[in-house]
């Protein structure tokens, strides 16, 4: 995939597949085959789609399966995959230029330079990333960054921002935006401005620093050979390892009278059958530090758990059986945090006993609106992801949550405070630690609002 760019729109190469999807987007008789992370919202589909139809994003109007798309959903949220065609719609006069790029402009007799363009375009794929190509030189150009030992090819518009850069790079980096610093000639690059204003042109090495801590998962992606994280190549070199955790009877009825199931650190890649086994007697579930892929169904026979730590494991996005969780009505606290985790479901809203959800390193880019089912909810740990926004009603439905981090996330001091009912939930965090403030036992530095400044 770094051969062809990110951008390719070869939707058969399997490297494409672990780091991008390659969609059809349908316009006015063209389509326009497009490559991005299945977690880039369909905001971001929208600024890539602008520079190859000349319509601008609040124009744009995405059907996809007879539903209309919204701007602030992923693409995985909004099950589009790969292969996926999408039917775009545009407000009539919501252009830049002088007409949208449709199939009519190719046959306007007043001017065959830019029909025959358009027709190499079409032929092409508009994000082929031919950089010596005519066409890819007014479309889209191929750029190389180098990041830590890696080059990185990436084809996007001349006239996209170095802010959208930026947005096509942290899957690939896990670096986030506001972490990245691109370096072109000696120059810091600023992200309102675009590639071509920034006379960046086809063919140019860009450098990427990453400040240290603004990362989403268990960190950059250093080196071509760590193109995922080490905890989940240690678990592929463990697929044909037994379970190194010998469950007797004698462990098994210690389980039962203590209610602790403590399995974290045991070299597991599976959960024993012998767990399932404890059924209602269990109340704590510890599975940290393995390399755990699946949480199956099975979980709902744990009755009375109140506690399941699932941190640092090889954790993904369907290994969870979030159904099964919603079961567990004394579940009170649940942290999965370091794991590959993208996408959380719409009905941990229905886990209503939840008091604590620690969620931080993974891949998150957002958090579903039902949140703010979670009225117990008193502390959140989000931090280490790509989170550029909150659930609206998270403040305002939540009011019992008192401990929040966003550290590290795209959620920044300033935009924390302009969600509504953040004065609540600032007075409510303050009173808990009121008396740790009067008596100044620790450093104020440990009161701020749970994001970063800056």
């Known amino acids: 995939m770094e051969e062809a760019g990110v951008t390719t729109g070869e939707a058969n190469d399997p490297q494409s597949k672990a780091t991008g999807i390659t969609i059809t987007v349908k316009f006015s008789g063209r389509s326009i085959p497009v490559t991005l992370s299945p977690d880039a919202t369909i905001g971001d589909l929208k600024s890539i789609l602008q520079p190859l139809t000349n319509v601008l994003p609040r124009g744009q109007k995405l059907i996809f399966k007879g539903k209309l798309l919204v701007d602030t959903t992923t693409l995985r949220a909004s099950e589009v995959t790969g292969g996926a065609k999408v039917m775009l719609m545009a407000s009539q006069g919501l252009h830049q230029g002088e007409e949208n790029q449709c199939c009519t402009c190719q046959r306007d007799p007043q001017r065959p330079e830019q029909s025959r363009d358009r027709r190499t375009m079409e032929e092409a794929g508009a994000t082929t990333g031919e950089a010596n190509d005519l066409q890819s030189k007014t479309t889209g150009i191929t750029i190389t960054i180098k990041f830590s030992g890696r080059s990185i090819p990436v084809t996007l518009s001349l006239d996209a921002t170095i802010g959208d850069?930026?947005?096509?790079?942290?899957?690939?980096?896990?670096?986030?935006?506001?972490?990245?610093?691109?370096i072109f000639k000696g120059k810091l690059l600023v992200d309102t401005t675009t590639l071509r204003a920034s006379e960046v042109t086809g063919g140019a090495k860009v450098m990427l620093m990453a400040s240290q801590g603004l990362h989403q998962g268990d960190g950059p992606i250093l080196k071509e050979?760590?193109?995922?994280?080490?905890?989940?190549?240690?678990?592929?070199?463990?697929?044909n390892e037994k379970t190194q955790v010998r469950i007797d009877k004698n462990r098994l009825e210690r389980w039962k009278v203590t209610r602790v199931v403590a399995l974290s650190e045991c070299n597991l890649k599976a959960i024993p059958d012998e767990v399932w086994s404890c059924g209602p007697s269990a109340?704590?579930?510890d599975l940290s530090n393995n390399s755990v892929r699946d949480v199956p169904a099975h979980v709902g026979r744990l009755s009375s758990i109140q506690k399941l730590l699932l941190n640092a494991n090889a954790i993904m996005d369907e290994s969870i059986n979030w159904e099964a969780l919603t079961s567990l009505k004394y579940l009170t606290v649940l942290s999965v945090n370091q794991n590959q985790i993208s996408t959380i479901p719409a009905c941990i809203g229905d886990c209503n006993s939840l008091i604590e959800v620690d969620l931080s390193s993974n891949l998150l880019s957002e958090l579903p609106e039902t949140?703010?089912?979670?009225?117990?909810?008193?502390a959140l740990y989000v931090s280490n992801n790509g989170l550029k926004s909150l659930p609206s009603t998270l403040f305002k439905m939540c009011l019992q949550l008192s401990t929040l981090d966003l550290h590290n996330t795209q959620i920044t001091m300033d935009l924390l405070r302009q969600f509504e009912g953040w004065e609540s939930f600032d007075q409510r965090r303050l009173l808990k630690h009121q008396k740790q403030l009067d008596f100044r036992v620790v450093g104020s530095a440990e009161f701020d609002e749970g994001a970063d400044k800056n």
């Open 165 to 182: 850069l930026k947005s096509l790079l942290q899957p690939l980096t896990n670096v986030l935006p506001r972490g990245q610093k691109l």
């Open 371 to 378: 949140f703010g089912h979670l009225h117990d909810l008193k």
């Open 283 to 285: 109340r704590v579930l």
């Open 225 to 239: 050979a760590r193109s995922v994280p080490r905890r989940v190549d240690n678990a592929n070199r463990m697929v």
